[in-house]
């Protein structure tokens, strides 16, 4: 642990004994900014981690990959734990994300696929015949994704928070459908007008797949989870409305009646906000594109995940505490978690992942 990390943990004890509270009792969200902050609580500082904080980026995780594929490090839970651990060692972040993918549950229902450098499914689904291969897990939901939450959880700070995720089911349904990622899914949109029955029975499956799933991550250690809709984009809002909104809302409710904490990630789809901001998830995470602040004003009773641009952290350390100092002034340090509008870019200087984190950690000093 940094001292850094030691400092931030005393500073949080410090706040719950001044308000008479033990730590260590049942509320499991007191002393983890992170949860306290998806519910709305003051915090000592705002909650701040990175999406895609373990990657290429780290020169430890480019080590670790000269000796094996992301497959084999996403595949195997003690290698899994420590890459989780990798951006947790070096800057104090308040949370971690569980090293895995978003394609990590799919071969339990029959899914091949291989990254290249995204996924690639080795036959998509485009049929009935494709979707009646989709069968009911026969093992257990990504075992090592499972036993690498539990082992990351012993390793942890208490005052850092857990995540779990997973793909939404339109998300996903983009690299099954499509085959891969790519840039706007037209063999996706053209499934969604010409079987919009067989696009009902797949997002059906996946939502009850991915729920059973964040349940089973959060039994394992994980505080609270991120359904990552990076893809949300694509279609109107009246496709998204009638093909997509009641599979995505049955996820996140059966997962809200389970009792696990919701950030629900969109991405590129500022004509979906309010649609997604009608959904239940204590947090509501945009990419850049969208005013945060003003966000956080319309929908108060919503936190709000994000939302730097990822590429200005290539402009260097000045450039990104500029950028989060200007977040920082505009959204409300109440419910406010920081973090990206979208994953890390692998050639982020380090020096400007520490530029982040101290503007965030100096706001209150
Ligand atoms: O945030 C984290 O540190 C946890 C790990 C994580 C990965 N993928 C590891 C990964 C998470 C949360 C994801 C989510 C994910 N995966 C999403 C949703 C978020 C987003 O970025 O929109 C999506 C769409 C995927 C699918 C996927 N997997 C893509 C598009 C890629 C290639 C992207 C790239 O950056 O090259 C992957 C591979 C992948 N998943 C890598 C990592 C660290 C790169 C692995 C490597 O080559 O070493």
Redesign the pocket.
């Known amino acids: 642990m940094t001292s850094e990390q030691q400092g931030s943990q005393q500073g949080v004890r410090a706040l719950v004994d001044e308000k008479g509270s033990d730590p260590s009792s049942a509320d499991p969200i007191s002393g983890k900014p992170l949860l306290e902050a998806m519910a709305q609580r003051p915090t000592e500082r705002r909650p701040v981690w990175i999406?895609?904080?373990?990657?290429?980026y780290l020169p430890e995780y480019r080590q670790f990959?000269k000796d094996h594929s992301?497959k084999d490090l996403?595949g195997n839970a003690e290698l899994a734990t420590e890459v989780t651990l990798m951006p947790i060692r070096r800057f104090p972040l308040d949370a971690a994300?569980?090293?895995?993918?978003?394609?990590s549950p799919l071969p339990a229902i029959g899914v091949d696929f291989d990254?290249d450098?995204?996924?690639v499914v080795a036959e998509p689904i485009r049929t009935q015949a494709d979707l009646d291969r989709l069968h009911e897990p026969d093992t257990d939901v990504a075992p090592e994704v499972i036993t690498a939450l539990s082992l990351v959880r012993a390793e942890l700070p208490p005052s850092t928070a857990l995540l779990g995720?997973c793909?939404a089911p339109w998300?996903l349904a983009a690299?099954l459908v499509e085959g891969r990622?790519v840039k706007d899914f037209p063999t996706l949109r053209a499934f969604a007008a010409g079987e919009p029955e067989l696009l009902d029975q797949l997002l059906g499956k996946l939502s009850d797949l991915m729920a059973d799933y964040l349940i089973a991550q959060h039994a394992a250690g994980a505080d609270a989870v991120q359904i990552?809709d990076?893809w949300a984009g694509v279609l109107s809002l009246g496709d998204w409305q009638r093909l997509i909104e009641p599979h995505l809302k049955r996820l996140l409710e059966r997962v809200g009646e389970a009792g696990v904490p919701r950030i629900l990630f969109l991405?590129n789809a500022p004509h979906l906000v309010d649609a997604y901001a009608a959904l239940p998830a204590e947090a509501l995470a945009t990419d850049w594109r969208l005013d945060l602040g003003e966000l956080q004003r319309r929908y108060p009773d919503r936190a709000v995940q994000g939302n730097i641009d990822p590429a200005v952290l290539l402009a260097g350390p000045d450039a990104t505490r500029a950028a989060t100092a200007s977040l920082l002034e505009h959204v409300d340090a109440l419910g406010h978690v920081v973090n990206l509008g979208?994953?890390i870019l692998?050639t982020t200087p380090i020096a400007s992942v520490e530029a982040l984190i101290e503007t965030v950690q100096e706001e209150n000093r």
């Open positions: 999406m895609r904080q373990a990657g290429r990959r992301f996403a994300i569980v090293f895995a993918d978003i394609m990254f450098p995204g996924p995720f793909g998300t690299y990622g990552f990076s991405q979208h994953g692998p």
